[in-house]
């Protein structure tokens, strides 16, 4: 009979449990990204190569990206788009295995390569960049954090980075 007597309890426990999975981006708090402030994003232009024949570009951005909870996690990867004046300029999709301590931030760089033949669309925006000395960049994305026994939630998509890119030539 003392046997019975926890079995209100064990079903208690597990309905948390099962619970618990099914709201597990309410028990894991999205990781926030932000532009890294002292730090500039920027665009080098590349001349043309084998592996991009109308030449390209190589951007840098800098995220702080910050961890509120409570425990330690890892940013296992980000796959989306990075608008340059609003046009999409390239596919992000990046394996990233960025550790995140709890409660602090860190500032990480994001490389992307372009070459203006994978998207025709980008040929006025190289006319663009040769003039001016900073376009605004936006990196709309998802990302999937890895947090051990919690789980891998995703989270997004939405915009993760807004800011200016300074055009080095």
């Given amino acids: 009979m003392k046997k019975l007597a926890h079995i209100p309890l064990l079903a208690a ?95 990480v760089p994001i490389d992307i390569a372009i070459g203006f033949n994978e998207l025709p669309g980008l040929a006025d925006l190289a006319t663009r960049a040769l003039t001016r000395s900073t376009l605004p960049y936006r990196l709309d994305a998802r990302f999937t954090v890895d947090a051990g026994m919690l789980g891998t939630p995703t989270f997004g998509p939405g915009t993760l980075l807004r800011g200016e890119l300074a055009v080095r030539r």
């Fill in 13 to 107: 426990t597990l309905a948390l449990v099962i619970g618990g999975c099914a709201t597990l981006n309410n028990i894991i708090q999205a990781p926030r990204f932000s532009a890294a402030t002292g730090r500039s994003a920027e665009l080098r232009l590349l001349g043309p190569s084998a592996e991009r024949p109308l030449g390209g570009a190589a951007i840098r951005v800098y995220a702080r990206v910050e961890n509120p909870n409570a425990f330690g996690l890892r940013v296992a990867s980000l796959a989306g788009n990075l608008y340059l004046e609003d046009t999409r300029a390239a596919i992000v999709d990046l394996p990233l295995g960025l550790p995140l301590i709890a409660n602090q931030d860190t500032v």
